[in-house]
Every structure is written in structure tokens, then in C-alpha cells.
């Protein structure tokens, strides 16, 4: 089975505080990616990579930067922690870059910003 | 851009029947994938089923079928038999061909299965 792990099920951080959030899959996925969900706002894409050292910005990038060194771990970074980044973030893979394969999910990790 | 949408932001069911959720999305591609995920109280994001466009048999996937109307662009989910253990958020996705195949997202059905 695929497995999506994320480095924290909860996290809470002080605003202006730089915050990591780690993610890693254990099946040699080529995209992974970033969301952001929140109630009634569904989940919306912040950055993704399919490639190491590869990354694109997603559809809310502002605030956000990511880092893929190493195919099998995608981190993102809060540079400086706002309250409004306060979420639930959730980390995905999926195994090529040629087609719109599944994605596979994290846990999620629910970010609190005070 | 890609739009997905939702319009029923909660339903209930009663145990053993059946309900449909339903999803509709704008796009002017020609060929995509569309996705229903499950999201259960606290628990991961999981793969309920896939249909691709260019096929137009429905896809079905044991007590989960869809009702794919590409000419409505119109992709309901249906569950029948309902279990207790359907109760989830189930978020109806479009993949993006020219975003690193990343998913457009609704906003997500909550659903309560019922003894």
C-alpha cells in the first residue's frame, strides 16, 4: 500500500514564527503536492512538484514556499506564520508526471496560527 | 479555469438505501479525469473512484457508481446500500492535465449515514 506520512498531526506556532511542515511517501511517486483545506472552501492547491528540485506554483502561493530535495520528501514552509494560515494542510503524491494518476493522501496536519 | 461545484453541502441517508451526491464543473477541455475522494471523521483522504472523459461507460466500484453526463459536464456520485461507515466528507475533483496533473477540488458533500 502506498503510505503518505506527514512529520505532525498538530501543530501550533506563534505568528512571525518560520514553520515546516514535512511530508514523505514511500512509493517513488514522481508529483506531490500541497493543499490547503478549509471549511466550506474545499482544499486548494498551494504549490506542487514533479520533479526533485522541480516546483510550481499552485493556485495560493502567497505566504508559502516549498523545498524537494530528495524524491521521496516534500516540506513546505510557512516563512512567516500568519493567523489567516491557520488550516489543515494536506500532503499528497502520485506516481507520474504524464497523466492524472490518483492521488494518494496524507493525514493531514491541522496548523494553528496565534 | 477549472470549476468544480457541490451544491449540496450536507445529506442524509438511512442505513441500506440510496443516495446520490451530486457534482458539476465547468471546463473546455476535451479530455480529463474526474475523482470522488472520502474523507471520514478524522481519517485520511482515500480514492473513491475515477472516470476518465473520453469513456463513456460509468465507472462502478462495488456499492459506488457514478452517473458521468459529459454534455452537462455533470458527474454524480451514487451510493447504494448506505453503511454507517459511508459518513464522510466526499469532495467530487477535476485533474488538471496542465498543472502537474494536480485536482480541482469542490467544496465537499458531508454526508450522515443513519441506523
Known amino acids: 500500500d502506498v503510505k503518505v506520512t506527514q512529520s505532525s498531526r498538530y501543530l501550533v506556532k506563534r505568528t512571525g514564527e518560520k514553520v515546516f511542515l514535512e511530508c514523505v511517501q514511500d512509493m517513488d511517486h514522481e508529483n506531490m503536492f500541497w493543499y490547503r483545506q478549509d471549511p466550506g472552501l474545499g482544499l486548494r492547491l498551494i504549490y506542487f512538484?514533479?520533479?526533485?528540485?522541480?516546483?510550481e506554483k499552485g493556485d495560493i502561493p502567497e505566504g508559502y514556499s516549498v523545498s524537494r530535495e530528495k524524491k521521496e520528501r516534500f516540506s513546505l514552509i510557512l516563512e512567516s506564520a500568519s493567523t489567516n494560515q491557520t488550516s489543515m494542510y494536506l500532503c499528497?503524491?502520485?506516481?507520474?508526471?504524464?497523466?492524472?494518476?490518483?492521488?494518494?493522501f496524507g493525514p493531514g496536519t491541522r496548523l494553528t496560527v496565534l | 479555469a477549472q470549476t468544480v461545484t457541490q451544491s449540496q453541502p450536507e445529506m442524509s441517508v438511512q442505513e441500506a438505501e440510496t443516495v446520490t451526491l451530486s457534482c458539476t464543473y465547468d471546463t473546455s477541455e476535451n479530455n480529463y479525469y474526474l475523482f470522488w475522494y472520502k474523507q471520514p471523521p478524522s481519517r485520511q483522504m482515500i480514492l473513491v473512484i475515477r472516470?476518465?472523459?473520453?469513456?463513456?461507460q460509468n465507472a462502478t466500484e462495488n456499492r459506488f457508481s457514478v452517473n458521468f453526463q459529459k454534455a452537462a459536464k455533470s458527474f454524480s456520485l451514487k451510493i447504494s446500500d448506505s453503511q454507517l461507515g459511508d459518513t464522510a466528507m466526499y469532495f467530487c475533483a477535476f485533474g488538471r492535465i496542465n498543472s502537474g496533473y494536480a485536482l480541482n477540488f469542490g467544496k465537499g458533500t458531508s454526508l450522515l449515514v443513519t441506523p
Open positions: 472516470q476518465e472523459a473520453y469513456k463513456q
Open positions: 512538484s514533479y520533479d526533485v528540485k522541480m516546483k
Open positions: 499528497a503524491s502520485s506516481l507520474t508526471s504524464g497523466s492524472v494518476d490518483t492521488q494518494y
